[in-house]
């Protein structure tokens, strides 16, 4: 009788998306809840073990061992990620630090003779050189690298982007976001946005024009302190021009009401997606429309169990990864082109 492989796992950044553990009902027969972080994923793969963490907070180390002792009683602590890589001899590695840290580590990561794949969260990184580096090392190692934009994962999403792909409501022709909360930061959180136009769009960007929040007329490139202070990374508004004609509106606020969703237009109807339902919207004419919610699908590994799995199917398997460094590259672009836009009087600027 085979087995399959066990494969080890470290993480380095131990925050909530790193190490959060869910909490489980209590008196009642539900189990393993949504794993909304690396460990929680690592933990509910049944092919997975936490050989080891690192973090610079002796806190956060602490934390990990009173949190996950049970799981994990023999997980190796660090306050290096070098020793830990050379100590542990991982198969895959999380990048969990703060957004501008992430190159280094992921090179040195995929440098690491052990080391297959990269879970690295989003966005993969701050400027265009760090994303091109971490993609070249990814290569020449041949180690896959998967950045954690979660709604890449997520059914709905993906049920969305199939019915625009059957042709069902003709072609897509716009695609709009708006993005609510008092953290809507274009670095920390409009990445997810901006990513997931692109999921819907399947088309190089071209062009975009934008402005910032009012105040940061100085944020001419990241300057953020990784995502912990809303006021140090601007909410942004601008447009996105696509090579294969989808124009793109993305749009957020930072206001006391969270949430966010796409409005995705195409010639016979129109798709309204978020984390929260699926509506397909048809207009039978100026003061008839039709709203009809469709059912995504239950899977037991979306997000970033999802994530886990896939790269674990991808190895073992082959073919290609939903969330890649050049999709993620992509993004930072977009980004980092409204920096540009605004600071130049929110002109036309080409994508990078």
């Known amino acids: 009788m085979s087995t399959q492989p066990t494969y080890k796992a470290v993480i380095i950044g131990l925050t909530g998306i790193g190490a959060r553990r869910p909490t489980e009902p209590g008196g009642l027969p539900l189990y393993g809840g949504a794993p909304r972080s ?10 997975t073990e936490v050989v080891g963490v690192c973090d610079i907070r002796p806190e956060a180390l602490e934390n990990f061992q009173r949190d996950w002792g049970d799981v994990w009683p023999n997980v190796n602590c660090y306050t290096d990620y070098q020793a830990m890589l050379a100590a542990e001899q991982p198969d ?18 995929a440098a690491q003779p052990s080391v297959r794949a990269i879970l690295c969260e989003k966005p993969i990184a701050t400027t265009l050189a760090d994303a091109d580096r971490m993609i070249a090392a990814a290569a020449q190692h041949d180690v896959l690298l998967s950045i954690e934009h979660t709604r890449r994962w997520a059914p709905q999403f993906h049920a969305a982007r199939e019915l625009i792909r059957s042709g069902e409501l003709g072609p897509l022709r716009s695609i709009t976001v708006n993005m609510y909360s008092p953290r809507s930061m274009l670095f920390r959180n409009g990445t997810h946005m901006v990513d997931m136009i692109g999921f819907f769009a399947e088309a190089e960007p071209q062009w975009v024009f934008a402005e910032l929040e009012e105040g940061f007329d100085h944020f001419t490139e990241y300057k953020s302190d990784g995502g912990h202070d809303p006021a140090t990374d601007p909410a942004a ?5 696509y090579a294969n004609g989808v124009r793109a509106i993305y749009h ?14 195409c010639d016979k109807g129109r ?3 978020s984390d929260r339902e699926l509506v397909v919207v048809r207009g039978e004419s100026h003061y008839a429309w039709s709203r009809t919610t469709l059912p995504a699908g239950d899977y037991m590994q979306t997000h970033q169990l999802g994530a886990v799995a896939e790269l674990i199917h991808v190895l073992e398997q082959g073919g290609a990864l939903i969330s890649p460094g050049a999709a993620a590259r992509q993004a930072v672009a977009i980004m980092l082109a409204m920096l540009q ?3 130049a009087g929110n002109v036309r600027v080409n994508v990078a």
């Open 237 to 241: 508004t601008a447009y996105i021009h």
């Open 271 to 273: 798709i309204e997606v």
């Open 38 to 47: 690396h460990a929680a994923a690592y933990h509910q793969h049944p092919r």
């Open 92 to 109: 895959l590695v999380s990048v969990v630090t703060p957004d501008h840290l992430h190159a280094d580590i992921t090179v040195a990561a």
């Open 252 to 265: 957020s606020v930072k206001v006391t009401m969270p949430g966010s969703q796409f409005e995705l237009l």
């Open 341 to 343: 836009s605004h600071a």
